[in-house]
């Protein structure tokens, strides 16, 4: 094999420890691994109308999936997707305590179309992936990784299919919003991943303490959710207003499906043949 010598190449330095240890050169490294710029930002921004118009939909299929299977089903009676104890009547989407929980999900895919310029936001993602992992006193919670990678995966591709179907937003835009949104969900996956993840254990004694606040829907904040109404409207896209999601009644998990043309060719494709 041959190496090329580039003496004047300019080289970033990324501090290990302090990617173990200090949650802000973390995100940092991430933002910059990813590319995750103003750009991004500006489309989130943006796009952020659209985004909480899916909303009530996102969450109505995530929960649908999420109490399709008994190891996901079980883990809202036991908190734990480890302990196997048989559960005599599972939760429907109906249940009292399924609506209560839809509620925490909309605040947090509310919460994901705040300001992520600000540490706080990523502070936020951090806290939501720590409190999975059985480390919090009061009402433990254990939500095994397989699970939370495989729903993470699960929300990415109903906002790839809902935003890139959506009738009348400009292909660039939709462009933007779906690669925005994809790395912010890459990186709260790292920050769900980094809690289970045995790398940097050497530095476990001087990691960063999150002192999460343990009161139901609130994560250390005062109030996560800035606005009420998940659904809000949208007037004003490239050509006219958006529908606002509402869980469809045909098995594609999609609320424009409908309303959504044939799919054209994206740039990357064009020419290829
Ligand atoms: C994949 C991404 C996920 C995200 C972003 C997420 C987010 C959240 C949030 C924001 C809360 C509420 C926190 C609060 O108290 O304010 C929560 C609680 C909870 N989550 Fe998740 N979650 C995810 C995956 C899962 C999965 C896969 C399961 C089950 C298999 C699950 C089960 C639960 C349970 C049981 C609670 C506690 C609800 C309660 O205290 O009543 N989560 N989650």
């Known amino acids: 094999m041959e190496f090329t010598f580039e003496p004047n190449r300019p080289m970033k330095h990324v501090d290990r420890k302090a990617l173990y240890t200090r949650l802000e050169a973390r995100i940092t490294y991430l933002r910059d691994f990813l590319d995750f710029n103003s ?3 500006e489309a989130l921004v943006a796009g952020s109308k659209y985004i909480k118009a899916l909303i009530p ?62 540490m706080e936001f990523w502070r936020y993602l951090n806290k939501v992936g720590m409190m999975h992992t059985a480390q919090e006193r009061l009402y433990s919670l254990n939500i095994e990784y397989i699970h939370i990678g495989a729903c993470l995966g699960f929300i990415q591709d109903i906002f790839t299919e809902a935003l890139m179907s ?39 004694d001087e990691m960063s303490e999150i002192i999460v606040d343990e009161k139901e829907g609130y994560l250390g904040e005062k109030k996560i959710l800035g606005d009420s109404s998940a659904s809000a409207s949208s007037s004003e896209d490239d050509r006219s207003s958006v529908h606002s999601g509402t869980v469809p009644s045909s098995t594609s998990a999609c609320p424009f499906a409908d309303l959504a043309k044939p799919a054209s060719e994206t740039k990357i494709w064009a020419g290829s043949n």
């Open 39 to 41: 750009g991004d930002v």
């Open 166 to 204: 959506h009738p009348h937003l400009s292909l660039p835009r939709k462009t933007a919003l779906v690669r925005a949104i994809s790395k912010i969900i890459w990186i709260q996956n790292d920050l769900f991943a980094k809690w289970r993840i045995r790398d940097g254990e050497e530095y476990a």
């Open 57 to 118: 939909a996102v969450v109505n299929i995530v929960y649908k999936k999420l109490l399709e299977s008994d190891i996901t089903a079980r883990a809202f009676h036991t908190r734990d997707t480890a302990d196997e104890t048989p559960v005599e009547e599972f939760f429907t989407e109906d249940s009292p305590q399924i609506q209560r929980r839809k509620m925490f999900l909309r605040w947090y895919l509310i919460k994901l179309c705040s300001d992520p310029s600000q």
